[in-house]
Nanobody, 127 residues
């Protein structure tokens, strides 16, 4: 099992940047494919980005491609989401998620594809 704790959310002006972090417990973090999701008020939780166990493979939702970067540091048991050129429509609670994986590939899909979740961190972009 792995426990996930997000941090780094906050209030930022449109065009600004934030970096989210997700710290994982346990000694097997490198066995987990990771992802970031977000949920705006009255909307379903949606996929943002995913990264493979090694960090060598990444995948992004079209809405964030070119603006957001997912990365990980397995030595620090942490996955990051660097968010640049933020827009008001990026306002949401951001969640990191993980799933144990036997292969070094990304997991792309809905929230049901992941087994472990953090508590979320609020990101608010003011226009």
């Amino acid at each position: 099992q792995v426990q996930l704790v997000e941090s780094g959310g906050g209030l930022v002006q449109a065009g600004g940047s934030l970096r989210l972090s997700c710290a994982a417990s346990g000694r097997t973090f490198s066995r987990y494919a990771m992802g970031w999701f977000r949920q705006a008020p009255e909307k379903e939780r949606g996929f943002v980005a995913a990264i493979s166990r090694s960090g060598g493979n990444t995948y992004y939702a079209d809405s964030v491609k070119g603006r957001f970067t997912i990365s990980r540091d397995n030595a620090k048991n942490t996955v990051y989401l660097q968010m640049n050129s933020l827009k008001s429509e990026d306002t949401a609670v951001y969640y990191c998620a993980g799933r144990s994986s036997l292969v070094d590939g990304v997991i792309v899909g809905g929230p049901g594809e992941f087994d472990y979740w953090g508590q979320g961190t609020q990101v608010t972009v003011s226009s």
